[in-house]
């Protein structure tokens, strides 16, 4: 994912403490965090890892989006609703895989990784 650009913002969100829009055509994506729900820095590492990782199986999202042009109308909140379950258990699997090869702290300062708005 090094030639990507990916931008975090950090803002008040309505209904989440994270969400990634993919811009896949241009290897672009933002982040936005909503840092006044997070109690640790810990917790906020954890959601933007977690929203790297949607970045990273952009795939999967873009057949979910392929998946409803084809179908239209005949898409149902049912189908978003499991397009969106397979896609958290998905991320949730490879955030279970990083864990468990208990990989090194990388050291990163994150306040100065975030812009914020």
């Not at 309505?14 to 290897?27: E, L, P, R, S, T």
């Not at 840092?35 to 820095?41: G, K, L, M, Q, R």
Request: proline share 2%.
């Amino acid at each position: 994912m090094e030639d990507w650009a990916i931008k975090i913002d950090c803002q008040r969100l309505d209904d989440a403490v994270g969400d990634v829009y993919v811009h896949a055509d241009y290897k672009r994506a933002r982040i936005r965090l909503d840092i006044e729900e997070f109690d640790t820095d810990e917790k906020m590492v954890q959601t933007l890892r977690h929203e790297l990782l949607h970045v990273f199986l952009w795939t999967f999202d873009a057949w979910g989006v392929y998946a409803k042009a084809k179908l239209g109308e005949r898409w149902g909140q049912e189908d978003d609703a499991m397009h969106t379950f397979f896609s958290e258990r998905q991320v949730g699997a490879l955030e279970a895989l990083l864990d468990g090869m208990g990989l090194p702290d990388l050291g990163l300062d994150m306040p100065e990784l975030l812009e914020y708005n």
